[in-house]
């Protein structure tokens, strides 16, 4: 975008950060947040510990339809394993694109510690390339950025790992489009 002035010099408009050029309105959404999140993680007695690492994570992805973090309801692991099996499709770790990136896809994954059946940890996939991928909160370090190797460290005897992506309910998951289906 060219902004010409008085003296017929001109300028370029840029965005503060190159990161932001490339977020779509959702992704900006989840970044929003993740930083409310993070603000509520501050508070010398954060109201925000009542609320369970599956109620943050399905929160930062944008599950519930919630205008903040205090609005959202609290829920337990038998009420997680019900919204996996209704919300969420299991996919491998290697189905997730090699540059995967929250903030610039629509497609929105979580790893699951424990059972999916008996979930026992939530974590949103926030940037597959990043040190620390997983956003989510632990039992007694808040809410942050974790590596793999970090969450399971919280729940050690824990191997199960799973991957689940969030169906798109009235939309063709962008793995789907440009095929042709037939149906008969």
């Known amino acids: 975008m060219q902004m010409n002035l008085r003296n017929g010099m001109g300028f370029k408009a840029k ?4 990161a932001i050029e490339s977020l779509n309105s959702d ?9 409310e999140i993070m603000m509520m993680c501050d508070r010398a007695h954060p109201i925000y510990e009542q609320i369970s690492s599956f109620s943050i994570a399905l929160y930062a992805m944008g599950f519930f ?3 903040d973090l205090m609005s959202v309801q609290d829920i337990d692991s038998q009420e997680a394993a019900a919204i996996l099996r209704e919300h969420f499709t299991e996919v491998r ?4 694109p090699d540059g995967y990136a929250v903030s610039k896809s629509k497609e929105k994954y979580l790893l699951v510690a424990g059972d999916p059946a008996f979930p026992v940890h939530f974590a949103m996939v926030t940037d597959i390339r990043s040190d620390r991928p997983y956003f989510s909160k632990l039992p007694f370090f808040g809410s942050g950025h ?3 190797n970090e969450l399971m460290a919280d729940f050690s005897g824990r191997e199960d790992i799973h991957y689940f992506r969030l169906d798109r309910y009235g939309e063709i998951p962008p793995s789907a489009r440009g095929k042709i289906y037939i149906f008969k």
């Open 146 to 148: 974790d590596s793999l």
């Open 27 to 35: 992704g900006l959404r989840v970044s929003e947040r993740i930083s």
């Open 65 to 67: 339809e919630a205008p």
């Open 93 to 96: 770790a290697e189905d997730i």
């Open 15 to 18: 965005a503060a950060s190159p």
